[in-house]
């Protein structure tokens, strides 16, 4: 592991722009402007990815599929080999990759209109064929590029531009607990969720995802990382609430750990329960 | 060594004798043999022939192994290959090396084939063989082919192709050498700032937005120069020829078949075949219909080829249909049109200008 320089203070108001990555910039960036909003979740998620690419010594070794979204911006900055992947159909592009060459490290970087509502059919028989590549969602329950409408992961209540009195479980029907859904399939190896709303998250994140690529270098078949992001732009909350906003709405739904290493299988129902307070009383997480 | 092969088998072979290492499909009739064949045969070559959950995921998997370099492929019948039309166009602007086997049910896919259902401009090479030795080597110039443009090429057959069974030779053609694949990701440029970007929406590497006027300018290019070097026709006894018949695939056999009889009858007919469906051989059917009373479209469809024929002929002469629907009850396209008599007694209608009538 390369040693990292320490993070920017938060004791006073930054003094370069939020969008810009400074002086913390990951090796494999080609510059330093992530191109999406304020308070965006993806640019973080994107650091998280090449940090480990680095430190795991991959960066001559990795090919990323990449769908279509906000984060398909990220295919014009990201130092790696990649292919541009359509809507929802980036597994089985990742599928094709590996088949030709078993030892890369091959990833797909989603979100949740790509992955869950699109391209639903393409993650599911990817995790149960076991193949060995690693597909990354980053999970802002909206449609953000399009503007903020709803997704298969939105979640019950959750407003978006349409479905504006909150997602109906009636009407709209229910959110998509992706994570367990792969996690439970014969072909899969790892399967986690983690959340990059502070910084704690986005260091419990970054295990995950590192667990998740070593699932796949050691060849433990097809492996998952969820990734909360936040999108105050697409939730129209004030870019300063966003991390709050993820915290609360979507990850009390979309609850972060494990669901699957090895043998070992959680559900996010579990997840959930263990979060909750026993007395009542607001613990902080 | 010439063997009784069928024509999905002999497909398969040419195509990984071509070097062929990567399939998916997902089975449909016609074409549900050439995904058996490559599944029995790929992994003794050294290759991988997925059974793709739905179309759409074998056209992906496809993309993925042209992106590393593989030869590759992927086919299905007409139906299928319009769930995949997304893919077709998209692959085709990332200029991957595509090759796709189309069995299609009779000739009703020639608008698909030849205009494509995907969004954009462009185009895809169409190759028509007339038979199974035809198809043996239209199949290797379609891997050489899609790698030389960078562009999808497709083999157009139909069920009596696939299913057909000739005696072949099944040899490696001799092709020009290939620029090297220095475009395929293989990880290897990671971090150097020269890493590659396969991309269909015209994102290059640490440029800023893209530029979608000059990225499809080029493409267009890139098809016109295609257009005007890769037309290919298989030409018969059109220099005096009062009536000119223009066919493609299976058809064309019988239509050629026919034209030869009526030859040796004393007749003055011709035959003009469209090897290339796209770019399609233009020139050509415009020579042959130079000086002639007639030209005569036998096709199995309603009306599609015909379109092309009258944009080349450009009124030198009529363009009438003398093909139709044709279909078996199970509606794979072997209708009672595919008959030496019934195509001969057609052609010598439209030769007595009475190509209308029963």
Known sequence: MTRRPPALSTDAPPEEPARRM????????LHEDHDLCPGCGEPLAMRILLEVIEE???SQNAIGVVGIGCYTAFTSTMDVDLVQALHGRAPSVATGAKRMRPESLIFTLQGDGDMVSEG?????HTAARGEAVTCVLLNNGVFGETGGHMTATTVLGQRTKNSLDGRDAAYHGHPILIGDLLAQLG????AARGSVHDAAGVVKTKNLVRRAFESQLQGRGFSFVEILTMCPTGWFVPTADGPGYLDRVLGAVHATGEL??????????????SALPETGEETPR | MRRLVEGSEAIAEAAITAGCRFFAGYPMTPFTEVLEHFAAKLPGAGGVCVNAESELEAIGMTWGALATGARAATGSTGQGLALMQESLSEITRAELPLVVFHMARGQSDYFQATRGGGH???????LAPIDVHEAVTLTQLAFDLADRWRNPVQIHGDFLLAHTAEAVDI????????PPKDWAVDGSLGGTGRSRNINPIGMTKGAKG??????WKRLQAKHDQIEAQEPRAETLFTEDAELVVVAFGSLARFARYAVRELRGEGLRVGYVRPITLWPFPADAVARAAEGARRVAVLEQNAGQMIDDVRLAVLGRAPVVPIGGISSDEAGFGIGPLLDPDEVRSRITRALEGREGSP
């Open chain 1, 120 to 124: 639903l059919q393409e993650v599911i």
């Open chain 2, 171 to 178: 040899e490696p053609l001799a092709f020009d050498p290939l």
């Open chain 1, 187 to 190: 072909g899969t190896g790892y």
């Open chain 1, 22 to 29: 400074g002086r913390i910039k990951p090796a494999l960036l």
């Open chain 1, 260 to 273: 699957r290493n090895g043998d070992r299988l959680t559900t996010t129902a579990e997840l959930v329960a």
């Open chain 2, 210 to 215: 893209i530029d979608p006027d000059a990225f």
């Open chain 2, 120 to 126: 954009g401009d462009y185009r895809h090479v169409v």
């Open chain 1, 56 to 58: 795991l010594g991959q």
